[in-house]
């Protein structure tokens, strides 16, 4: 039987056009996708409000020739809204909130109170002037004469200082941070507390009266205003509403102060709410900016203080404006913006990185596992993917094993093995990346537990198990997916002049990484090792490591070196 469902479409905004969005649905059942006739929203979108200078519920106009620029006109992203606001004081604002969170404004990031500049007064202050003895504490006494108030400050005297001086007590308090408040001189509007988040402007009632003669009502003009005030933001729906339309909670509120004449301290405002570009989500902008048929880059590798995006082809025309609104977005952590721009190919494994964003610089400090790696980006290979692998494979390690290396690159399985090991040899053929792996070591005070060489792999696993004078090897790590099988044959007859009787020869444990493009990865990878080995090893512990393209896996393959492997004939000459 078909079913028929009723949905609320997403309204989507972007500067080159006006368009619904349906949420995406995978199903066989008929679905009718119709508009909310009341506009209602959860939150602020671009969508909605006006700009600078626009009437209410205009657009910005589009952004003219997106693939040539490399900058942002932040002003396009700010938005007004229209709202109304329920003035009290502050003393009883904290109850009302709770009271009113229904009827409230509860945006994101946007706080439901807003301080009035102008009617606040410093709370010494504010106790220096009252002239109610209520103000007093209970252990203070106005009417003591100077002299019997003196003598009574004197022996409240403390290491705190001057706190207890009524006319002191500010000098013995440290200054207070200045807040930032709008600075614009309209007469229509008085200044509210800003950021660069957002701001609210309250509208004084001379320039509004027609407007909002309907919702404030005659029955509703208070009398002067004394005292700290608070802005309670009410929800969207109540801007231009009817008096009658107003929430029960309000009007009761409203009704019951109204009773007290002109002495009311609670009045029902108009204000504007302002939302800048940095109020906005990284999507958000990335869907305003870019064409409807490109799909939103949603992710990076961060990498020290370098986010590294992987684009697709049909994002590089808008490269930079994505690179812009990813480091504005994240900023302080981030302040550089690459792209890959070629396969890893040449033997060192570095990537071709192209800046497209914030400072030049590549070389970068990343702290994983609470050790620091010093890196260059341009001369290293570095990937923040792997740190939940290499913390696996560092778990299944023993104090009492002594670990080879193959290709250490700066050092992060290598360094972090070194911690909880006897011993670490690490190699790798890049000398950019053996600096900077010697560097680490002495950086993490581990230079002592870790030896550094500079050689081509074969060379090295040779030239270390043929040594008398290394600590026997019970962990080789092999981490080069693309070639790392490969290098396996060099174990053929790693023990040829020893003999098989030998026990005191220790076969190492073997964690070799690899990808895979078969249906079946890991019986694709296992026979790559036979054939690699020309032995069959039955037992292979196979982890899948992560899927780094549609098909290809990476996978780690752990196993015991056969002893008919260790001891055979070697497929090649040992230089």
Known sequence: MTSSFTLQTRLAFSPHRLLFRPFPFSSSKTLTVVACSNGLHHGPSLRHGHGHGHGHGSVPEPVPNLTEQSSIDRDIFTRVFDLAALRVPAAECSELERRLRGHLLNWPRIRNVARVMGDDVDPSISKLLSRNPESYSSDEEPQLSPVLYREKLIKQFNHRGFINFRNLAKISRPKKKKKRFNERNDDSTEKIETSSVYKVELVSEEDNAEDWSSLIGEEFNGGSWRGPTRLLLLDERYAKTETHMLPGAVKALLYRENERGMNSLYELVHCRLTIF???????????????????????????????????????????????????????????????????????????????????????????????????????????????????????????????????????????????????????????????????????????????????????????????????????????????????????????????????????????????????????????????????????????????????????????????????????????
């Open 277 to 575: 570009y940095s109020y906005w989500q990284m999507t958000e902008l990335l869907e305003a900016l870019l064409p409807e048929d490109i799909i939103v880059p949603s992710g990076f590798e961060t990498i020290g203080h370098v986010a590294h995006l992987n684009l697709r082809e049909e994002h590089l025309p808008y490269k930079k404006l994505i690179a812009q609104v990813v480091l504005d977005k994240n900023k302080p952590k981030i302040q550089t913006v690459v792209n890959k721009t070629d396969a890893i190919e040449n033997e060192y494994r570095t990537m071709q990185l192209e800046v497209l964003a914030g400072n030049h610089s590549l070389v970068t400090t990343v702290i994983e596992n609470c050790i620091r790696f010093q890196l260059d980006l341009a001369t290293v290979y570095w990937n923040s993917r792997l740190a939940t692998e290499r913390q696996r494979l560092i778990a299944s390690f023993t104090n009492s094993d002594v670990v080879c290396d193959v290709f250490a690159g700066v050092g992060p399985i290598a360094i972090s093995a070194a911690r909880k090991v006897r011993h670490v040899y690490a190699n790798d053929l890049n000398p950019n990346a053996v600096e900077y792996l010697e560097r680490n070591t002495v950086l993490n005070k581990l230079d002592r537990k870790i030896e550094v060489f500079n050689m081509d792999g074969r060379r090295f696993v040779g030239a270390l198990f043929s040594s008398q004078q290394i600590l026997p090897i019970t962990q080789v790590v092999m981490n080069l997916p693309n070639d790392a099988a490969e290098f396996l044959d060099i174990f053929k007859g790693i023990f040829r002049n020893r003999s098989n009787d030998d026990d005191s020869c220790i076969l190492p444990k073997i964690h070799v990484y690899g990808f895979s493009k078969a249906q079946n990865p890991e019986f694709d990878f296992h026979e790559r090792i036979n054939m690699a080995l020309c032995e069959t090893v039955r037992e292979v512990e196979m982890h899948r490591v992560r899927l780094v393209a549609p098909g290809k896996w990476m996978l780690c393959a752990s196993f015991n070196l056969p002893r008919a492997v260790a001891f055979g004939k070697p497929l090649i000459k040992v230089v």
